[in-house]
T-cell receptor, first 114, second 110 residues
Framework: DTAVSQTPKYLVTQMGNDKSIKCEQN?????MYWYKQDSKKFLKIMFS???????INETVPNRFSPKSPDKAHLNLHINSLELGDSAVYFC?????????????FGPGTRLTVL | SQQGEEDPQALSIQEGENATMNCSYK?????LQWYRQNSGRGLVHLIL?????REKHSGRLRVTLDTSKKSSSLLITASRAADTASYFC??????????FGKGTSLLVTP
């Protein structure tokens, strides 16, 4: 069974569109994350949720809105997509969010904005 | 904010050789983690070393930490083609997130 799953794996869309990426973890973890990896492989935290509560909201445009309906799910909705949003988006989860926690990553969603 | 910086950016070796990659960071840490990313995949945790540890081993992996120099190294011994991947160091971000470096791309050729 896949521990952290994301859908879709690939997303190609036009500028200005709105799209969502879904993430689910079956590890029973309390904390979930969204990271963005750019074309140079630089991985940057966007959001983290603990027990459905937003903990970290890095400097991310408010066109990005995470939603956590329950502890096992963290979805990412993006409004008015721009060319610069093209990247690979990774969902991750960890047991409690502590610094020594191992984070488990999903396979990534490659978003291409045309 | 970015914390770790890996060096070199890219490394190419032959099977059986050892691969060493380094990570430098800027602020004090409680621990440092190393992750591997195979092409087109998510990151996989390899090893964690705490600030009071100087060296840690896991199979063919050896990690060192020098807090006085704010640096860590990852050594992969007797490398295999399957070790081809990008390797990232990561430090805590006051809990609830990790700061990753830009990674070292390792290519192991048969």
């Amino acid at each position: 069974d896949t521990a952290v799953s994301q859908t879709p794996k690939y997303l190609v869309t036009q500028m200005g569109n709105d799209k969502s990426i879904k993430c689910e973890q079956n590890l029973g973890h309390d904390t979930m994350y969204w990271y963005k990896q750019d074309s140079k492989k630089f991985l940057k935290i966007m959001f983290s949720y603990n027990n459905k509560e937003l903990i970290i909201n890095e400097t991310v445009p408010n066109r990005f809105s995470p939603k956590s309906p329950d502890k096992a799910h963290l979805n990412l909705h993006i409004n008015s997509l721009e060319l610069g949003d093209s990247a690979v988006y990774f969902c991750a989860s960890s047991y409690s969010g502590g610094e020594t926690d191992t984070q488990y990553f999903g396979p990534g969603t490659r978003l291409t904005v045309l | 904010s970015q914390q770790g910086e890996e060096d070199p950016q890219a490394l190419s070796i032959q099977e059986g050789e050892n691969a060493t990659m380094n990570c430098s960071y800027k602020t004090s840490i409680n621990n440092l983690q190393w992750y591997r990313q195979n092409s087109g995949r998510g990151l996989v945790h390899l090893i964690l070393i705490r600030s009071n540890e100087r060296e840690k081993h896991s199979g063919r992996l050896r990690v060192t930490l020098d807090t006085s120099k704010k640096s860590s190294s990852l050594l992969i011994t007797a490398s295999r083609a399957a070790d081809t991947a990008s390797y990232f160091c990561a430090t805590g971000n006051s809990g609830y997130a990790l700061n990753f470096g830009k990674g070292t791309s390792l290519l192991v050729t048969p």
